[in-house]
């Protein structure tokens, strides 16, 4: 059985926003990568990797929302 390539990239720049390599760009990147991998796999019953792509997309959320409660946290204390 092979596994997507999609939903390995995901996973991947979902894991490099921890390592800071990218921006934000990567977060989203890896949302719809494992979109992208998900839809792969539903549609071709031989290609497996369901949970790489669905950590990809959880670690893309993730990113987003640390990246704008940083952001927004950076902003309130300019304010003062």
Do not use: C, H, P, V
């Amino acid at each position: 059985m092979k596994k997507s390539k999609w939903a390995l990239a995901s996973l991947m720049l979902g894991i490099f926003w921890f390592i800071q390599l990218f921006a934000i760009e990567k977060g989203l990147l890896a949302i719809i990568f494992g979109i992208l991998g998900l839809t792969e796999i539903s549609q071709e019953r031989d290609i497996k990797g369901k949970g790489l792509a669905i950590a990809g997309i959880i670690l893309g959320i993730a990113f987003i929302i640390i990246k704008i409660f940083i952001k927004g946290g950076f902003f309130l204390l300019n304010l003062y």
